[in-house]
């Protein structure tokens, strides 16, 4: 049973008669004592909060009261624990609330409890006063580089990271108790792993690593002699994007023939696995065929596996440990794309390289004479696969040209049909050609060829005829 | 076939080249010889210079296979067989157990295989292979290459040891003819009829010719064996890293070749 003392009508800061009144209450002694003109609420610590017992807004007229103003709501001392005005307090009830007093800094701080209400029946106001008071003392603060202060409880977000990297935060503590103080940081994630002494009076740099070990949000404490602070932050890992990579071919990626190398280098160390193909593609130039030879040497197919470790610096190619990859670029005009496909990262890029039609190349040519005929042998490719004279000059052992000179040949058609034949070879070719000669073959001295195609006419240098072995 | 060609040469009245010409000539697929990988599969590798490819499997269980560019010889684990140049078998098979090691005339053709685990020397007679004198008694070390510098005569190089020897031996009464330790040279190692020596040496390729003038082609990888891939090319079996490549002698350029998984 609560017991109340009633205040003298005369005591209170009223403009009417009161019908309103506020008690502190003691729940030890179930009373509650009047609050009077003034309350001090007591001496807190920087940052500490401090609550007064519990206030009680009693109304103790016939009619429900309307309560329509309550204060202080903001300021280093607030109610808390209230209603939101406007409320009403029926006959013979009451309202409870705390003050509370959270002090910036040290010194006195002070404000105004005040209460307003009216009759419900009779419209008669009334306001209650109350002078409050509070000293703040001492004690270490928190602030970060922003400015920003904090006092324990508080979260404390020092930043979002790379998975495996590590995030520097600079707090500032000032320590401004007579004793000195211990800073301690724990939390798997989060350093230095050794308490910081800062001395009185002393203000010190307190620095916070973050150091995430999965992509997740991670806390931690600071604890500051027993005052503690949550510490916040945030691990993520980055997939790699198609502006973080880059092909690099190598210079002969646009000649016919040609064994070609692609890496694929990373502008920063990858922060995730990933892992996809690169694949070749052949777009040939008209109406040529594909060419089966444009294809990776490491499997002999236009697809080769690719994965990203974390730490890696560039795109490994197959079993994971090779940053280069080898390519032929066939023997037909065209362009080859490579398209990289990764699946965790979503990520597709491609690079060309077209290879333009190309006079015919000649990779070996010999010309054998044997008893009574001249073999010439002619391996090269033609990236056109079309081809349409070949013209031969001899000349005897004195350099002077065999009559008629020229001996040319319409070949057309024989190598179209050569390569619609067979369409493995790309623009590949062995051209043999026996010419029977009556006479003495050995005054037959050297012998030029030109083949010509759309792109241009190749000719040989002067082949030497050279004697077959008399034994094979 | 080409188109024929009815161009009359003369030269000075006195010979006459051809006077159909072209008309015996053929385009084909160049191809430059047999390629066994480590599974014992033997392909067909064609292409020229910077562009391979591999034709269809050829052989299983191969022990060894060599090519001249005109013919190859395959040994399985029960016979020696010769090809040409198109594939079709030449003579007939010669029964012999083991891998071998295998040498070409200069313009191609066969010459002698080498039973590695007999220790024989065999000639080619063109039918078959047949038995000579030439034994490993006179060799006194591991034949590690064969070549064949005259029907008559065979060329080995023969590791005592920690050195390489080159021995040459006559086919006829298994006579040594000549003997002369290679310094500098290592394991594996390949012998030309010329005389002439390919081995694998420190990040570099080197051919060394028979006066002991070394033209060095840089190589990064480790080399586990060299074999005649054709006429004009060496196959590199590289361990380190796993590969199979090509090296053009001419040229000293090294190729890549195509890799097939099984």
Redesign the interface.
Known sequence: MTTRLLLAAAMLPVTALAQLELTLYDPSSNTETPMGNSFNIGTAAVCQTLSSPEVRLRNIGPNAINVTTLGPLDGAIVLSHYPLPAFQVASQSLQAFYVTFTPTGPGPATSTLTVTGNDVVTSTVYNLSVALSATGVAAPTLTDSGGNSYCPGAQIYVGRTQVGSTLQTSLTLSNTTPNAVTATVSGQDFGPTAPVTVLAGAMQALPISFTPSIANTETGTLTVSGLVYNLTGVGFVQAVTSLDLSFQLSSNADL????ATVSIPLASPAALSDAGTLTLSFQPTGNLPDD??I?F?????RTVSVELSPGDTAVQFQAGN?TQC?F????TAGTITLTLTLTVSGVTKTVSSTIAPAPVSL??STAVSATD??LLSL???DNTHAASA?TFT?Y?TSGKA???GL?????T???AN?YEA?P???G??????????????T??GTVTVELTNPAGVTTTLPLTVSQ??L?? | ???R?M??????S??????????????????IGFVRDDAGIVRPL?????????GEKFAVEALSVASSGSFSILKTPHDILVYNATGGLVGRPTPAAGSGLFAF?????PVFAWLQDSGELLRWNGPRFEPTPVSATNLNGTVISLAAP??STAAFLVQRGTEIWRVEVSVLNDAVVFAANLPGLTAPALLFDDGSVLYAGESALVLRNVLGVERTIPFPGTVAQFTQLGS?WVLINNSQ?PAHLALRLSTGAV???????Q
Request: glycine share 6%; aromatic share 8%; with cysteine.
């Open positions: 016919s023939s040609n064994q089966p030879a294809m040497m490491a499997n002999s197919t090779a080898t032929q670029t066939g023997t990779d070996l005929s001249i391996s090269g490719f070949l001899f005897d065999i009559p008629p001996i040319q040949s319409n070949v058609s024989a190598f050569y067979n493995l070879v790309g590949t070719f062995n051209l043999q050609a026996t010419f029977p000669v009556a006479g003495d073959i005054q037959v077959a072995p034994v094979d | 076939m080409l188109a060609c161009t009359v040469l003369a030269l000075a006195t010979i006459a080249l051809a006077p159909s010409g072209l008309a015996q000539s053929a385009l084909t697929p160049p191809r064609f292409g020229i210079s910077g562009n391979f490819w591999l005339a200069p313009a191609g053709s005259d029907p004009d890293p190729f890549e070749l195509p890799e097939v998984t």
